[in-house]
């Protein structure tokens, strides 16, 4: 009888710990259950070498067709715990891969010979040195994204956010390993109405229980647009600050346009047409650097402009550009004080976005190493994208979406999202012309926090130096320049913007 008991005491333990083994495993084959296999990328046309690590790239296809095409980077560090960022180009209707190709991409590009592939190095302040980051052409019809139902192509704030938080859903499905991992979003220019729309539409979706529980934690925004209806004041401002016009021009324009810039009265009008004119020809993105002049280019974009832009034409004459090519977003809201007129329907002044968005160009800038790289079929191949003839050319920006900013205001969101505890950090390179330091320092101030952190210096690397300035907020509100930086701040400040990005998502003082 004690035997019999024994023996079935036995059985139970090895039934028990046969158990437990296989629970284990389970456990172990779910945590280590690793990235889509087919969406690895191994190699890269125009890079020799072996990447520092694991490079994920394809297609997410949401419902209706829209197939939304996405580059992963794993984290050089830590990539078990360092956070997940999504970085979003602006517009609307610009490429991530400007990020990529002339940001904080892995790689630095160099031109090659006309006809060639360009050559490509590890760039040592690229932001996958400490985050894990995804590249995301958004929306449809963006970059590499494409539907075969052109109809998904009209879009606005409110779709593009959502259709980008059902991508993320759906992303961290294919990259359940991540799931866990710190979440921010990220983003410039335009993406200055993504992120936050975004972000509001994530935190929409943890309270609601969507799964995968995103574990988000805060954004960043760089030169990012708000619709506060202060851009043009900010911008006469900023170019009054940096000496672009005299003490007389602004005295005459504020005198004529009222302390908020809105009137439309026709002394404003010119006053602010004498402005664009001192203006013509800086580089609206950077005005301590050359504005790039495309010849064939601009004299198709000419064509196409209305008779009373086309006397804004350029001199046809290529200056010299940054080793690093340009690559920009434009804001929705802003290109060119010559493109300033009344608006006599809501009787408000505006800047309209007219020169650089046609045929894809993008006003001063030189695209032709990420739009050669970008359009070779070698390349799409190893990225796993669509041939050109199913998701076409692949532009810096495109014209093919139509877009409509139906957001309104995002400070409203902004001040949602910080009271309930979302870091935010709002950056700014203090040379742009486009989204200007002036109007993000004001509406940031607007929010009316209080303030923790005083106006200070703070230091960039080993060297000591001043790289900028910033003034913290309660709520974890931080608004940060860049000294010198133009409108895509890493591009110009890489090494400083690795530097604050890092000490940002660490969560220590900058």
């Known amino acids: 009888m004690v035997e019999s008991r024994s023996g079935a005491t036995a059985v139970v333990r090895v039934l028990v710990t046969m158990t437990v083994v296989v629970i284990m495993m389970m456990i172990l084959m ?56 999504l970085w979003l180009n602006g517009g609307p209707g610009c490429s991530s891969f400007d990020g990529f190709v002339y940001e904080h991409g892995p790689f630095n590009f160099e031109q090659g010979p006309k006809g060639s592939l360009p050559k490509m190095h590890l760039n040592p ?11 995301l052409d958004s929306p449809c019809g963006v970059g590499l994204s494409y539907s075969p139902n052109t109809s998904n192509y009209l879009t606005n704030d409110h779709k593009t956010a959502l259709d980008t938080h059902n991508f993320l859903l759906k992303w961290f499905e294919l990259y359940p390993e991540f799931q866990h991992n710190p979440f921010f979003i990220s983003g410039e220019s335009y993406a200055g109405v993504y992120v936050p729309t975004l972000a509001a539409e994530v935190v929409k979706g943890i309270k609601s229980g969507d799964k995968p529980v995103i574990n988000f934690k805060g954004y960043l925004v760089g030169n990012g647009v708000v619709n506060d209806g202060n851009g043009l004041g900010a911008a006469v401002n900023f170019v009054h600050g940096m000496a672009l016009i005299s003490n007389h021009m602004f005295e005459e324009a504020a005198s004529a346009c009222n302390p908020d810039f809105s009137s439309n009265s026709s002394k ?68 060119h004080f010559d493109n300033f007129r ?47 003839s199913t998701a076409g050319e692949w532009e810096l920006c495109s014209d093919r979406i139509d877009y409509e900013g139906d957001a309104g205001s995002m400070i ?69 320049t860049i000294k010198g930086a133009g409108h895509t701040v890493p591009e110009y400040k890489p090494q400083e913007s690795l530097g604050f990005y890092t000490r940002f998502l660490d969560g220590k003082r900058i």
């Open 30 to 85: 779910s945590s280590t259950k690793a990235a889509p296999a087919e969406s690895l990328v191994s190699y890269l046309p125009g890079f020799n070498g072996s990447f520092p690590s694991k490079h994920y790239a394809g297609y997410v296809s949401l419902e209706e067709e829209k197939h939304l095409f996405y580059y992963f980077i794993s984290s050089e560090r830590n990539p078990a715990e360092d956070p997940v960022v």
């Open 412 to 480: 409203p969101i902004h001040r949602n999202l910080t009271s309930q505890g979302y870091r935010a950090l709002i950056y700014s390179g203090d040379h742009d012309m486009c989204v200007p330091y002036t109007g993000t320092e004001a509406w940031t101030s607007s929010m009316g926090y209080n303030i923790t952190d005083e106006w200070r210096p703070w230091i960039s690397g080993d060297d000591h130096q001043v790289a900028g300035y910033l003034q913290g907020y309660e709520h974890n509100l931080t608004f940060l």
């Open 342 to 388: 009344p608006n006599k329907s809501d009787n408000k002044m505006l800047l309209w976005p007219q020169l650089g968005r046609l045929s894809g160009g993008v006003e001063c800038i030189n695209d032709e190493v990420a739009t050669a790289w970008l359009n070779d079929e070698s390349v799409r191949k190893a990225l796993h994208a669509a041939p050109k």
């Open 268 to 335: 404003c009008y010119h006053a602010i047409d004498k402005i664009g004119t001192a203006l013509d020809g800086l580089n609206v993105y950077d005005v301590l650097e050359p504005c790039y002049h495309d010849p064939e280019g601009q004299q198709q974009r000419q064509t196409q402009l209305p008779p009373s832009f086309q006397k804004l034409g350029r001199t046809e004459k290529a200056l010299p550009v940054r080793k690093r090519m340009f690559g920009r977003a434009w804001p929705h809201w802003a290109q």
């Open 125 to 135: 302040y690229s932001w996958s040195k400490v985050s894990n980051i995804i590249y």
